[in-house]
């Protein structure tokens, strides 16, 4: 089996055309997947205690390593969720368990853009299974370009989790709502500080943080449009998503900004927990 296993992952690729890279080394995941007897669709490759409450069982999912996530913002990006394993993710969202999102102040049903209603049944094919092993876990997202945290923050998880599991990930990109906390300083080198105003940015740049402003009546003071949200079109004259642009992480200094958007209900209620 391991050689087997050796053999798959040499034929990965690291660098060179996205669409190639993520054709082959997807095909490639697909067989791993069946070597191992795993769902291509979502393994779990991390459980353990919230960082976030020091008390809620929680898990580290991955999804879309073999086949394609349908998420038109993000593209076919490799799909990391942070959830509670024993609460079904729409109830601890809808309570505003801290468990997986701290103290966001979209938490508790106030207007996160999270569709989290939709995470029940990934949650309900995962949350009994055993985690894989770290190297395993690496070995599907190598050279795939990988959201952190399309579901909950990272920042409940060890920080030493992401940069194992990232350290062979073609690029990536995390958010967290937690920067202003202590222990939320560690994450600086992997996620955005997720910011709602212009004064919240300022203090996150103060801490060395890149910012990710989701803004409303007042326009950012610095920092360029999130590209997903423009009119620009990428080097194929196709809409830029994510995967296409891959800005939002912690290397380098940049701040990017994104409109407050999404259904009617989300952004009125998001519009509340701002005020
Ligand atoms: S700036 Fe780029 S990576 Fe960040 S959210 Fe927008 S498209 Fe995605």
Not at 121 to 141: C, G, K, Y
Not at 193 to 209: P, Y
């Amino acid at each position: 089996m391991k050689d087997t296993i050796e053999m798959i992952a040499s034929r990965k690729l690291t660098n060179g055309a996205r669409v190639l890279r993520q054709y082959v080394n997807k095909g490639l995941n697909k067989a791993i997947a069946k070597a191992y007897k795993l769902k291509d669709s979502s393994v779990v490759v991390w459980k353990g205690i919230s960082l976030l409450d020091n008390e809620t069982p929680i898990m580290v999912t991955l999804s879309g390593f073999a086949k394609d996530s349908d998420n038109a913002k993000t593209g076919a990006m490799v799909q990391v969720a942070i959830l509670p394993i024993h609460d079904k993710p729409s109830d601890n969202y809808r309570q505003g368990s801290a468990s997986v999102c701290g103290d966001c102040k979209y938490n508790g049903g106030n207007g996160c853009y999270v569709q989290w209603q939709n995470l029940t049944s990934h949650w309900n094919a995962t949350r009994s299974q055993t985690p894989i092993d770290m190297a395993l876990s690496q070995e599907l997202v190598k050279g795939l370009e990988v959201r952190v945290g399309s579901a909950g923050d990272p920042a409940a998880v060890p920080v030493w989790v992401w940069q194992e599991l990232l350290r062979y990930a073609h690029s990536y990109t995390a958010y967290t709502h937690q920067w202003r906390s202590e222990h939320g300083q560690q994450y600086r080198d992997i996620c955005m500080a997720s910011v709602d105003s212009n004064a919240e940015r300022q203090q996150a740049i103060d801490k060395g943080w890149n910012t990710f402003l989701v803004y409303d009546d007042v326009e950012p003071d610095v920092g360029i449009r999130c590209l997903a949200s423009s009119d620009k079109t990428d080097k194929d004259g196709l809409p830029y998503q994510c995967i296409t642009c891959m800005a939002c992480n912690g290397k380098g200094k940049k701040h990017i900004n994104e409109h407050l958007h999404g259904a009617t209900n989300t952004i009125y209620a998001a519009r509340k927990a701002r005020a």
